[in-house]
């Protein structure tokens, strides 16, 4: 298992590029290197994925959760910047896990990039064979958005962790989190929104971090409240402030299984306990127990066998601490980082699945109404022109209180990072002229930009944990009503619709933030750039893609999205043949 030590990758990567070095982020402005926005968009976002403000090591091409990179190769990166800038409008390039492998005709409405990274076929689908081609040089880890060039930092997770742990509030609590403790491990690029979620829903977080500069990037970037010393610190600030009824949020340098056992043995029971430390990758992402950060990295070096065991080994009691607490009463839930799937295969936990992933728990429901994490970058790089888009989601939906208040969050506390860039959950709900709701704001977006009130062209797209781009069965496809956890034809269904739909950039992955082997994954982007062009792919890719969510969900029986269909006009055949067989 993982034979292949971490430095054979970094050797294969070469020094940092020339270019990369001078842009230090995307390009911003008016004025354009590519043959048009298009191109340029796609550009500025795979620049903005290694952003210094963005990226966890830009400098090793990684953008976050371990190894997710934007390229495979810095000769890579740099081939890739060659070919946008040459790229016909009416020419497709082709990505082969972070490498640029070919250029073809096609046409105006086709997409500029198709992307696929980290593919394997089943036989071969797992850490080893991925890991011996990836030390070769042939494959690369493309994580969710990093490789599809859309991550736009913690700022772009922010609102599905919110909207998380607001429904837990619902069903838990009747309201909100005022007065709860909340306990998770994990500041990374994903994981660092986690206390900020907690805070906006009014309740107090302590989050582990074994890396003290993750934990102070968080709280300059105002996701975090505080740096605690020692976890005695932690509790007395965050007891403070809960019986204050105050919202705060601290982070504290400790393995996140090390924080859970002292829990435990204090006998101090939190309201909520979950994780979203990278344990999907137990080589490159988890960090084991009883090392420093530096010791752990050196084993991983010189013996990465012993650093896999020692990471199973701390995940298995991470897990069952995650167990005790919730025996004694903690509400406790996986966020999506596989660690139950690790110890159950890998260790024979029996009771790894005992406690709940994120999605069946509190997300389908929406999923089932095709509503998902919908985000959009000003290439501008202009605040002001997110500003204008805020006050068109407000323009357009005033009686969706959630979403207003959300708008009022997000302005006041989610600092942007790289582009200026917003995320709003929108769904498919369609007006009395047919349009969804992704797809209204999207026309909008593109009439301001037309109009000249945004300044420059902006691009749409949004999270791989979609309504229907995903399946993954330990995390957004667990536990499906029709026990089809495992069917991967409908994230390939969806981007290939999304790419007849036309969609600028489309990408399939496999991996995504559960590991190699536990999912496959698609995304989309379409760039507004105020053209009648951009309106009609603006029309048909944001009806396509959340409507993919209503018929995967219609297709396995959830009622929501049954009637979502009924409500919205969406076509599911076989649903419409057995009533009709019915009534004959």
């Known amino acids: 298992m993982h034979d292949q030590p971490s430095s054979a990758v970094e050797d294969r990567l070469g020094e940092p590029s020339e270019q990369w070095r001078r842009y230090q982020g ?5 004025d354009i290197e590519c043959k048009g926005w298009r191109q340029e968009a796609a550009l500025r976002m795979l620049n903005n994925n290694l952003d210094p403000e963005v990226a966890e090591r830009p400098e090793d091409l990684v953008v976050y959760g371990g190894t997710g990179r934007a390229a495979r190769s810095w000769d890579a990166y740099d081939a890739i910047l060659t070919e946008l800038r040459e790229l016909d409008d009416d020419e497709t390039l082709l990505v082969q896990s972070g490498k640029p492998v070919g250029k073809f005709t096609t046409h105006e409405r086709a997409p500029r990039v198709l992307i696929a990274n980290s593919n394997l076929v089943g036989h071969w689908d797992d850490w080893d064979h991925f890991h011996e081609l990836e030390a070769q040089g042939k494959i690369m880890y493309g994580q969710m958005t990093a490789g599809s060039w859309a991550y736009i930092g913690t700022q772009g997770i922010i609102q599905g962790t919110y909207e998380t742990l607001a429904e837990l509030a619902r069903q838990e609590y009747g309201s909100d989190l005022r007065g709860k403790l909340v306990v998770t491990g994990g500041l990374g690029g994903m994981s660092g929104a986690q206390p900020l979620a907690v805070t906006m829903n009014h309740g ?25 010393d020692s976890l005695d610190e932690a509790l007395e600030k965050a007891h403070e402030a809960l019986d204050a009824g105050e919202p705060y949020s601290v982070g504290v340098q400790m393995n996140a299984a090390d924080m859970l056992e002292a829990l435990l043995a204090r006998d101090e029971i939190p309201d909520v306990v979950t994780d979203q430390t990278s344990a999907h990758d137990e080589l490159e992402g988890y960090y084991p127990s009883g090392y420093t950060v530096e010791e752990a ?9 012993a650093y896999v065991e020692a990471s199973l080994d701390t995940m298995e009691r991470h897990v069952a601490a995650i167990l ?8 406790a839930f996986e966020y999506g980082n596989n660690i139950r799937g690790q110890v159950q295969t890998h260790r024979g936990m029996t009771r790894a699945f005992d406690f709940p992933g994120f999605v069946p728990a509190y997300i389908r429901p929406m999923f089932c ?5 919908f985000r959009w970058a000003a290439l501008s790089g202009d605040p002001e022109d997110i500003y204008r888009t805020d006050e068109a989601i407000r323009d357009l939906f005033p009686e969706n209180e959630s979403l207003m208040r959300w708008i009022d969050l997000a302005q006041e506390q989610v600092s942007f990072q790289g582009l ?17 709701e992704r797809a209204r704001f999207a026309l909008k977006i593109n009439e301001l ?4 009130e945004v300044s420059a062209p902006v691009v749409v797209t949004r999270d791989h944990l979609d309504a229907g781009s995903v399946a993954s069965p330990n995390r957004e496809t667990e536990a499906m009503r029709d026990g089809t956890d495992a069917v991967a034809d409908w994230p390939i269904l969806n981007a290939l619709l999304n790419t007849a739909a036309g969609a600028d950039i489309v990408s399939v992955h496999d991996g995504g933030g559960v590991g190699i082997g536990n999912s496959l994954h698609s995304n989309n982007h379409v760039v507004l750039d105020g053209t009648d ?13 959340p409507g993919m969510g209503v018929i995967r969900h219609a297709d396995a029986g959830y009622e929501d999205a049954l009637d979502e269909a009924t409500q919205s006009g969406v076509h599911v055949p076989m649903r419409e043949y057995d009533a009709k067989r019915g009534d004959e």
Do not use: N
């Open 26 to 30: 995307s390009p911003t402005g008016t």
């Open 297 to 305: 990295d050196q084993i991983r070096e010189d013996d990465p066998e």
């Open 204 to 228: 107090v977080c302590i989050a582990a971090e074994v890396k003290a500069d993750r934990i102070q990037r968080r709280v300059e970037t105002d996701y975090l409240m505080d740096f605690a």
């Open 533 to 545: 062009l951009a309106a009609k792919k603006a029309r048909a890719v944001f009806t396509t893609d």
């Open 420 to 436: 200026p860039s917003r995320v709003c959950w929108l769904g498919y709900h369609t007006d009395e002229e047919g349009l969804t």
């Open 324 to 331: 005790a607490l919730q025996d004694r009463g903690a509400v």
């Open 369 to 373: 109404r095709g509503r998902g994490p």
């Open 449 to 452: 930009v037309a109009s000249g």
